[in-house]
């Protein structure tokens, strides 16, 4: 049986299966129409799982080194007849792939989704419970996919019963779900001064009143909100404690309960988003609904900790909340996929989502230290385990012109304008995203080119 010998331990093992087999045939070692081991075989050679051989394959196949057949295996194919005659016509051009460097939207690293999901997924088909996935889900979901729920929970909330989970599509819908069920039109929904543009959009949608309260450093100023709250009478804050949208902030414990003692005062819902709650660089802090647990409603979910595909969130309701929250989950989707909770709680009930968080934490670290390091002479605020910083611009840029000019130059961020809950003066913040290159070379190289236009004078593109 073929055995591959690896050399390249500094990439995924995937990748140095195929560099492996490829050196082999090459070096005459593997001959057109050799049968490759099967995945459980090379898998047990080498101590590794069958989709990490499957996704070796893949790649193999990819770069047609083999060819896989169903039935019969997997054989190596004859290079000599994939090797193209000359000739005076171009290639085509493969336009497939955009050229732009996308630092604009927040998501996991995503080199290791595809192998993590492969198995997930095998898993999942093989599991006793797979058919409960193919049916309607009672309203909450299925007690089994809530538990689920609660278990994810548990990282913040540690006493989380799975009866006071609702399942949502993901964490905008939860978002939706919330205020369109705990609030009315025309009541005044409050957020962060800058904020998630998604709560932007969806308060006006919703034709809610939104205003901002004041920020510093740590995210929402208590003596704004109170001077706010003796104006008018909100009906729901919605507050990103921990690492915040756009500004990175994290909310100290002492703040927390200092908001949530206003909410009390002033009997409004918190609405506690929590989505990068797993990036706190001090996980005793209590989630901010902790505070005020009868008036709160609790966030998160896996899209941003563990893959973009998996759109399922997890509302944490008082039991009064809880009736109004499935009912407007039933009114807006009637119920989120069981297939997708299924494959979510697979992922959690077998410890997956730990080793991936590790990953992303990781991962966020090294790109933090290449943005620590490029923008060492400008203002920034971030976390060590932040996707994201927030960087001021120095005078005279502002925010929308330097947006469209790293676009022209190929890279994509967002202005600060666009995380205004109200429309005020010109901003020079923009937001720049360190999650989506493919690399941290790639990383690298997009925020070296926008320093690069950052040192330069805006005028001379006019």
Known sequence: ????????????????????????????????????????????????????????????????????????????LNQKQLELPASNNAAPLNLGQSELLDLSIIKP?????????????????????????????????HPAHREAGAQWLRHSLPDAQWQQVVIT???????????????????????????????????????????????????????????????????????????????????????????????????????DDDIYGFLATDPSIKPLSAFAPDRSVYLTSLSKSIMPALRIGYLYSPPKLLSRLTSMVRSSVWMPSPLTAQLASNVITEGLDKKLIRIQRNEAAGRQAIAQEIFANFELKTQPYSYHIWLTLPEPWTSDEFTMLARANGVLVLSGTQFQAERSAMTRCVRLVLMSPTSQDELRFALTKLASLIDSDPRRYY
């Open 109 to 141: 690293y995503s080199e290791t989704l595809e192998y993590w999901l492969r198995d997930a997924l095998v898993g999942m088909a093989k599991s006793t419970d797979f058919a409960r996935a193919l049916d309607y889900a009672p309203d909450g979901g």
């Open 169 to 271: 599509a993901g964490a905008q819908h939860g978002l939706m779900v919330a205020m369109s069920a705990l609030t009315n039109a025309g009541d005044l929904v409050l957020c962060e001064a800058l904020c998630y543009p998604g709560i932007i959009s969806l308060a006006h949608g919703l034709e809610r009143r939104l205003r901002g309260v004041p920020m510093d450093d740590e995210g929402i100023i208590p003596e704004a909100l109170r001077e706010l709250c003796q104006r008018e009478k909100p009906a729901m804050l919605v507050c990103v404690a921990t690492c915040q949208n756009p500004t990175a902030a994290i909310m100290s414990q002492k703040r927390r309960a200092q908001i949530a003692a206003l909410a009390e005062e002033f009997d409004f819902i918190i609405l």
């Open 1 to 76: 049986m073929w055995v591959p010998q690896l050399n390249e331990f500094g990439q995924p093992m995937y990748l140095s299966i195929a560099d492996a087999l490829a050196r082999d045939i090459s070096n005459g070692v593997l001959n057109e129409g050799d049968r490759l081991p099967t995945l459980r075989e090379l898998a047990t050679t080498l101590n590794v799982t069958p989709g990490t051989i499957s996704r070796a394959y893949s790649e193999a196949q990819r770069r047609r080194l083999v060819q896989g057949e169903v039935g019969r295996g997997t054989y190596v």
